[in-house]
C-alpha cells in the first residue's frame, strides 16, 4: 500500500493533573518494527490504548490505511487488524492453551479444529506450543507464546508489544525477535515498547521518543548507542550507578536448609535453600521465571511459614513470625507484582505509605494513624525517588507502572531496614528510573544493609552484584563471586546443571 498504514495526527489525552499525551504525532508503515521510546509516565501506554481502542482521545484523530480510525473498543480495533500483546499475562492457569486463545477469539472454531490452527501457526513461527498443556504448567516464555498465537490467528496488520521481554530468558529473547522478523518480513508492523534499548537498537527500524506525554525526537535506533537513546528519553546525561568500595559486617541473615511448599497449585516449593549474608552485601539471584522466586520472597518476608531454625535474623530465630513482625525487627521485602500485592491499587498513596511504613516510621498512635506523618512519608518518597504524580492523594492504579515501582523501592529503602529482599526491582522501568534505584540499593548497602536482589535481568545482577546465586526447581545454587562470571556459567548456573545439590553457603 502507498503511505503508512496507521497516521496518529495530534492526539491529545488529558487525565485529572495530568496530560498523558499532548499532540502526539507519528506514523508506522506497513512491516516497519517501530519503537515507542520513552519515561516511566511519558505517555506510552495510554498512546497504544487508543490506538487499540481502549481509551478514547480528548483532541487529534488517527488515520488507518488511508481512512478516519476511531475504534471505540478492542473489538473494533481487532476487526481493523489492530492486535496487543499486553505486558501482564491475561491467561487462566487452570485452562489449557487452546481454552485460552478460544477466549480471546470473536468467533471460535470447534476445538479439533483450533487445537491444529494452534500447532500450524506456532510451528510455522517458530513458536511451537502443545494446545493440549494446561497453562499453569507453561513457564514464562511459553505463556507468552499463548498470547502472540492468540494475536496471529487474527492476521493482523499492527502488532503491539508492550515489555514483551521482561520475563523472558536470553534464549527465549532471541525466538521471540526471530518470530518478530519473520512477521515484519511478511507485511505485519510491529509497534514496541520496552526499556531494554539494546534490544530497541537489535530489532526495531525507527523510533518515536516521548517526553512528559510530548513527541521529542524520531530516530533510526540503529545508528545510536543505548546510552545515547536513554539521554534523548530523559534529556539530560545518565548517571551510571557506582559503589565505593566497603568491608562486609558481621552476618545478618541466615537460611539453612529452607523448604516451604508453594501456597501457589502452579508454584513451585523450595527445597533446602541455604544462605548467609553479610552487613554491606548484596546477593544477585536469578533464574527463569517460575522457579520459587515469589516462594523465596514469601519465606522471607513472613507471608509464608518456615520451619524452625531455618531463617535467623542476627542470630534469632524468626520463622514463624509474620511480616509486621519482621519489619520491626529489621527485615522489608518489595514484592515483584507492584499492583495488587505491594501496592493496593484503589487506595491513596499516603494510605499505600503507611501500609508498610506505620510500624518503623512510628506513623500510628495508641493504635490511630497520624495522617500528617503518613502524608510527609508518602512525600518524601514522592521527592526522593521522583515519582510522577500530582500528590499523595492519588490513587496507587493512577499512576504508570514504572513510577509505582520507584514509590514500592522507595518506601522499603527509606524506612531504613537491616537486610532488604527485593524482587524484580526495575521490572518495566526506563533506563534512568532503573540507575536510580540500583544506586539506592548499593548506597543502602553502603550504609550497612544487606540486600538479596531477585531479578530476571542479568545485566543488572551483574552491576551491583556481589555474589550471585540462581533458583532452578526451588533449589539455590551455591553463591559464587559476581565479578568474573561469564554467560556461559551464568547460564548453568540458571538452567540447573550443576551445584545441584546446594551446600551451605559461609560468607
Same mark, same amino acid.
Given at each position: 500500500?502507498?503511505?503508512?498504514?496507521?497516521?496518529?495526527?495530534?492526539?491529545?489525552?488529558?487525565?485529572?493533573?495530568?496530560v498523558a499525551?499532548?499532540?502526539?504525532?507519528?506514523?508506522?508503515? +506497513?512491516?516497519?518494527?517501530?519503537?515507542?521510546?520513552?519515561?516511566?509516565g511519558?505517555?506510552?501506554?495510554?498512546?497504544?490504548?487508543?490506538?487499540?481502542?481502549?481509551?478514547?482521545?480528548?483532541?487529534?484523530?488517527?488515520?488507518?490505511?488511508?481512512?478516519?480510525?476511531?475504534?471505540?473498543?478492542?473489538?473494533?480495533?481487532r476487526?481493523?487488524?489492530?492486535?496487543?500483546?499486553?505486558?501482564?499475562?491475561?491467561?487462566?492457569?487452570?485452562?489449557?492453551?487452546?481454552e485460552?486463545?478460544?477466549?480471546?477469539?470473536?468467533?471460535?472454531?470447534?476445538?479439533?479444529?483450533?487445537?491444529?490452527?494452534?500447532?500450524?501457526?506456532?510451528?510455522?513461527?517458530?513458536?511451537?506450543?502443545?494446545?493440549?498443556?494446561?497453562?499453569?504448567?507453561?513457564?514464562?516464555?511459553?505463556?507468552?507464546?499463548?498470547?502472540?498465537?492468540?494475536?496471529?490467528?487474527?492476521?493482523?496488520?499492527?502488532?503491539?508489544?508492550?515489555?514483551?521481554?521482561?520475563?523472558l530468558?536470553?534464549?527465549?529473547?532471541?525466538?521471540?525477535?526471530?518470530?518478530?522478523?519473520?512477521?515484519?518480513?511478511?507485511?505485519?508492523?510491529?509497534?514496541?515498547?520496552?526499556?531494554?534499548?539494546? &534490544?530497541?537498537?537489535?530489532?526495531?527500524?525507527?523510533?518515536?521518543?516521548?517526553?512528559?506525554?510530548?513527541?521529542?525526537?524520531?530516530?533510526?535506533?540503529?545508528?545510536?548507542?543505548?546510552?545515547?537513546?536513554?539521554?534523548l528519553?530523559?534529556?539530560?546525561?545518565?548517571?551510571? *550507578?557506582?559503589r565505593?568500595?566497603?568491608?562486609?559486617?558481621?552476618?545478618?541473615?541466615?537460611?539453612?536448609?529452607?523448604?516451604?511448599?508453594?501456597?501457589?497449585?502452579?508454584?513451585?516449593?523450595?527445597?533446602?535453600?541455604?544462605?548467609?549474608?553479610?552487613?554491606?552485601?548484596?546477593?544477585?539471584?536469578g533464574?527463569?521465571?517460575?522457579?520459587?522466586?515469589?516462594?523465596?520472597?514469601?519465606?522471607?518476608?513472613?507471608?509464608?511459614?518456615?520451619?524452625?531454625?531455618?531463617?535467623?535474623l542476627?542470630?534469632?530465630?524468626?520463622?514463624?513470625?509474620?511480616?509486621?513482625?519482621?519489619?520491626?525487627?529489621?527485615?522489608?521485602?518489595?514484592?515483584?507484582?507492584?499492583?495488587?500485592?505491594?501496592?493496593?491499587?484503589?487506595?491513596?498513596?499516603?494510605?499505600?505509605?503507611?501500609?508498610?511504613?506505620?510500624v518503623?516510621?512510628?506513623?500510628?498512635?495508641?493504635?490511630?494513624?497520624?495522617?500528617?506523618?503518613?502524608?510527609?512519608?508518602?512525600?518524601?518518597?514522592?521527592?526522593?525517588?521522583?515519582?510522577?504524580? *500530582?500528590? +499523595?492523594?492519588?490513587?496507587?492504579?493512577?499512576?504508570?507502572?514504572?513510577?509505582l515501582?520507584?514509590?514500592?523501592?522507595?518506601?522499603?529503602?527509606?524506612?531504613? *531496614?537491616?537486610?532488604?529482599?527485593?524482587?524484580?526491582?526495575?521490572?518495566?522501568?526506563?533506563?534512568?528510573?532503573?540507575?536510580?534505584?540500583?544506586?539506592s540499593?548499593?548506597?543502602?548497602?553502603?550504609?550497612?544493609?544487606?540486600?538479596?536482589?531477585?531479578?530476571?535481568?542479568?545485566?543488572?545482577?551483574?552491576?551491583?552484584?556481589?555474589?550471585?546465586?540462581?533458583?532452578?526447581?526451588?533449589?539455590?545454587? &551455591?553463591?559464587? *563471586?559476581?565479578?568474573?562470571?561469564?554467560?556461559?556459567?551464568?547460564?548453568?548456573?540458571?538452567?540447573?546443571?550443576?551445584?545441584?545439590?546446594?551446600s551451605?553457603?559461609?560468607?
Amino acid at each position: 500500500m502507498d503511505g503508512p498504514l496507521l497516521a496518529v495526527n495530534g492526539v491529545t489525552k488529558a487525565y485529572p493533573g495530568v496530560v498523558a499525551n499532548d499532540t502526539v504525532t507519528f506514523t508506522v508503515d +506497513p512491516g516497519e518494527v517501530h519503537a515507542l521510546l520513552g519515561e516511566n509516565g511519558a505517555g506510552k501506554s495510554t498512546l497504544v490504548k487508543m490506538i487499540y481502542g481502549l481509551v478514547r482521545p480528548d483532541s487529534g484523530g488517527m488515520v488507518w490505511k488511508g481512512e478516519a480510525f476511531e475504534p471505540a473498543t478492542p473489538h473494533a480495533a481487532r476487526k481493523s487488524g489492530v492486535a496487543m500483546v499486553f505486558q501482564h499475562f491475561s491467561l487462566f492457569e487452570a485452562l489449557n492453551v487452546a481454552e485460552n486463545v478460544a477466549l480471546g477469539m470473536e468467533n471460535p472454531p470447534p476445538m479439533r479444529q483450533l487445537s491444529a490452527r494452534i500447532r500450524d501457526v506456532s510451528e510455522a513461527y517458530g513458536l511451537p506450543l502443545d494446545p493440549d498443556r494446561l497453562v499453569g504448567d507453561l513457564s514464562a516464555g511459553e505463556r507468552q507464546r499463548v498470547e502472540i498465537i492468540r494475536c496471529l490467528l487474527q492476521d493482523p496488520k499492527l502488532l503491539i508489544m508492550d515489555e514483551p521481554t521482561s520475563v523472558l530468558t536470553p534464549q527465549e529473547v532471541e525466538i521471540l525477535f526471530k518470530t518478530l522478523r519473520k512477521l515484519s518480513a511478511e507485511g505485519t508492523a510491529i509497534l514496541y515498547i520496552s526499556h531494554k534499548l539494546e &534490544e530497541i537498537r537489535s530489532l526495531c527500524t525507527g523510533a518515536t521518543i516521548l517526553r512528559l506525554g510530548k513527541v521529542v525526537g524520531n530516530c533510526d535506533p540503529r545508528e545510536k548507542t543505548a546510552r545515547e537513546l536513554a539521554e534523548l528519553m530523559v534529556g539530560e546525561t545518565l548517571h551510571i *550507578p557506582s559503589r565505593e568500595p566497603g568491608t562486609l559486617g558481621d552476618t545478618l541473615l541466615e537460611l539453612t536448609n529452607l523448604s516451604v511448599k508453594s501456597a501457589n497449585p502452579f508454584g513451585t516449593s523450595l527445597k533446602d535453600v541455604c544462605l548467609n549474608i553479610r552487613a554491606g552485601e548484596i546477593v544477585g539471584i536469578g533464574g527463569v521465571a517460575g522457579n520459587g522466586q515469589d516462594e523465596l520472597l514469601a519465606a522471607l518476608s513472613g507471608e509464608s511459614i518456615a520451619p524452625a531454625g531455618a531463617v535467623k535474623l542476627q542470630g534469632q530465630e524468626i520463622g514463624m513470625l509474620g511480616p509486621n513482625q519482621r519489619r520491626a525487627l529489621g527485615l522489608l521485602a518489595a514484592p515483584e507484582e507492584r499492583l495488587g500485592h505491594s501496592a493496593a491499587p484503589d487506595m491513596s498513596l499516603t494510605e499505600n505509605a503507611a501500609l508498610t511504613g506505620t510500624v518503623r516510621e512510628g506513623l500510628s498512635k495508641n493504635g490511630f494513624l497520624d495522617w500528617g506523618k503518613a502524608r510527609n512519608f508518602a512525600e518524601s518518597i514522592i521527592q526522593g525517588f521522583d515519582v510522577r504524580t *500530582p500528590g +499523595p492523594d492519588n490513587a496507587a492504579r493512577s499512576l504508570s507502572g514504572g513510577n509505582l515501582q520507584k514509590f514500592v523501592i522507595g518506601r522499603e529503602v527509606l524506612q531504613r *531496614p537491616d537486610v532488604l529482599v527485593v524482587n524484580q526491582p526495575t521490572w518495566g522501568v526506563d533506563a534512568s528510573a532503573a540507575a536510580a534505584i540500583r544506586q539506592s540499593l548499593l548506597d543502602l548497602a553502603a550504609k550497612g544493609a544487606a540486600i538479596i536482589c531477585i531479578s530476571q535481568d542479568l545485566d543488572e545482577l551483574m552491576e551491583i552484584s556481589d555474589r550471585f546465586a540462581a533458583l532452578n526447581e526451588g533449589r539455590l545454587t &551455591e553463591p559464587r *563471586p559476581a565479578k568474573g562470571l561469564t554467560v556461559d556459567e551464568i547460564g548453568l548456573m540458571m538452567g540447573g546443571a550443576h551445584d545441584m545439590e546446594v551446600s551451605h553457603v559461609e560468607a
